[in-house]
């Protein structure tokens, strides 16, 4: 069966600092993957989407950058964080070519940047 | 791009009274329909979800949703809820003309009390 992987959970990290957040698949090949952002009172914003190594669509111009390195791995990263990348940050994929398929989510990471 | 209307943010019920949560979405156009629920600190699970035929689908806790064309809604409802059905519900469309994108509203929690 497929399982998605989310890490950290939780973290905590000051304005200026890098991020790296981590997202992995497995039990299934060459998923849609994709990293969403849920702020406190809103809606869930995607930030990105792949649909295969290497390839980054991006839907909200920010200090945050995406990269998929391997088939079943995307990564979230920023070089310096500001207090507004606060929030909850979700990892999701689908099956590839599965325009029916709904999105499957990870548990998430709480994000706070003091 | 599409839109999501889900036009309360808060919804309080008392437990085993019916309810109802408000989805609306923009486009004409051929869309899959879908609804999530989220607990707290956790991602989100699909509900249930709506490709074709019926316009009324059910999940396996008791929610159901109907498609209304005309309408451009999807809304959920349960004839009774219970105190663990308290989470945020998110509705979501995914457009057929580009199916790698998922688009959410802004989400309603339901506060089931005793």
């Known amino acids: 069966s497929q399982t998605i992987h989310q890490w950290p959970a939780t973290l905590v990290q000051p304005v200026g600092s890098p991020l790296s957040l981590e997202c992995t698949v497995e039990?299934?090949?060459?998923?849609?993957l994709y990293w969403y952002r849920q702020a406190a009172g809103r809606g869930l914003q995607l930030l990105f989407y792949?649909?295969?190594?290497?390839?980054i669509s991006s839907e909200v111009p920010q200090n945050l950058s995406a990269s998929r390195p391997q088939d079943r791995q995307f990564i979230l990263s920023s070089k310096k964080l500001l207090l507004s990348d606060s929030g909850f940050y979700l990892c999701a994929w689908i099956e590839w070519g599965g325009a029916d398929s709904p999105l499957h989510f990870g548990n998430g990471t709480r994000l706070t940047v003091t | 791009a599409q839109s999501v209307t889900q036009l309360d943010s808060q919804v309080p019920v008392f437990e085993e009274a019916p309810v109802e949560l408000r989805c609306n979405y923009s486009s004409s156009v051929s869309v899959y329909l879908f609804w999530y629920v989220q607990y707290p600190n956790q991602g989100l699970q699909l509900l249930l979800k709506?490709?074709?035929?019926?316009?009324l689908v059910e999940s396996i806790n008791g929610f159901e949703a109907e498609f209304n064309k005309s309408q451009t809604s999807f809304h959920l409802r349960k004839p009774s809820v219970h105190i663990s059905d308290t989470a945020e519900y998110f509705c979501a469309v995914s457009d057929l003309r580009d199916f790698n994108k998922f688009y959410f509203g802004s989400g309603t929690k339901l506060n089931v009390k005793p």
């Open positions: 792949s649909v295969g190594i290497g390839q």
């Open positions: 709506y490709l074709s035929g019926s316009t």
């Open positions: 039990g299934t090949s060459n998923p849609n």
